[in-house]
């Protein structure tokens, strides 16, 4: 089962570059998240999709931007590369419930180092 | 806004050595708490899903309970493939229906 497939699994970028993490999830799941972590600071949401077509802003959005492309991929771009921004990206899909019980599920995430 | 405190930070533990790690949480309205485990260069792995105060659930070596506060997460025998960081987060019924809070994590080392 692939799950959540996030692709590269390691860049490195200089100050300034723009560079797009991709994200696909094969169980048809609606939701769709993407989270930083940082040592020390836990997993913090960027930006999510409750479903196809739409986004919206999560806890640490600035400098970054997303799309839904469709209902299993969800980009995330950063398009001026800043030293801040050296985290580790996980994605996560969830499928969409009335009573919020579902799980989000990760993938193993892309290791981004700016230098 | 929902919180999530989990403690300790870190817990060494022997072999067989039973112990608990906390979560606790301040949220408005609870949906769910879930149990998440993290390896070393890996998306944490879903665990467990609590719903509301007196439930537990148990997979292998690990159980789960929950309280209108806190959850604890009851390691039984552990053994050196357990080591791990645990992370604990809540989706409250304020806000967005879709959003978790996670804690900091606890990372656990069991030696042989």
């Known amino acids: 089962n692939a799950g959540v497939t996030q692709t590269p699994k390691f860049q490195v970028l200089k100050t300034g570059q723009s560079m797009t993490l991709q994200c696909a999830q094969d169980?048809?799941?609606?939701?769709m998240y993407w989270y930083r972590q940082d040592p020390g600071m836990g997993l913090r949401l960027i930006y999510y999709?409750?479903?196809?077509?739409?986004?919206d802003k999560g806890e640490v959005p600035n400098g970054y931007n997303v799309s839904r492309l469709n209902k299993r991929e969800f980009s995330l771009r950063l398009e001026s590369a800043a030293p801040s921004q050296t985290s580790v990206y996980f994605c996560?899909?969830?499928?969409?419930?009335?009573?919020?019980?579902?799980?989000?599920?990760f993938g193993d995430g892309t290791r981004l180092s700016i230098l | 806004e929902d919180q999530v405190t989990q403690s300790p930070e870190a817990l060494r533990l022997q072999e067989g050595e039973s112990s608990s790690l906390n979560c606790s949480y301040t949220?408005?309205?609870?949906?769910?708490l879930f149990w998440y485990r993290q390896d070393p260069g890996k998306g944490p792995e879903f665990l467990f899903t609590?719903?509301?105060a007196g439930e537990e659930k148990e997979k292998e070596r690990l159980k789960a309970t929950l309280t209108k506060k806190e959850s604890f997460l009851h390691i039984t025998a552990p053994k050196p493939e357990d080591s791990a960081t645990y992370l604990c987060?809540?989706?409250?019924?304020?806000?967005?229906?879709?959003?978790?809070?996670f804690g900091k994590g606890t990372l656990l080392t069991v030696n042989p």
């Open positions: 609590l719903y509301s």
């Open positions: 987060a809540v989706q409250g019924a304020g806000g967005s229906n879709y959003k978790l809070t």
């Open positions: 949220v408005s309205g609870l949906r769910g």
């Open positions: 169980m048809n799941h609606n939701s």
């Open positions: 999709s409750a479903s196809e077509g739409t986004t």
């Open positions: 996560a899909s969830r499928a969409t419930d009335r009573g919020g019980h579902q799980p989000q599920h």
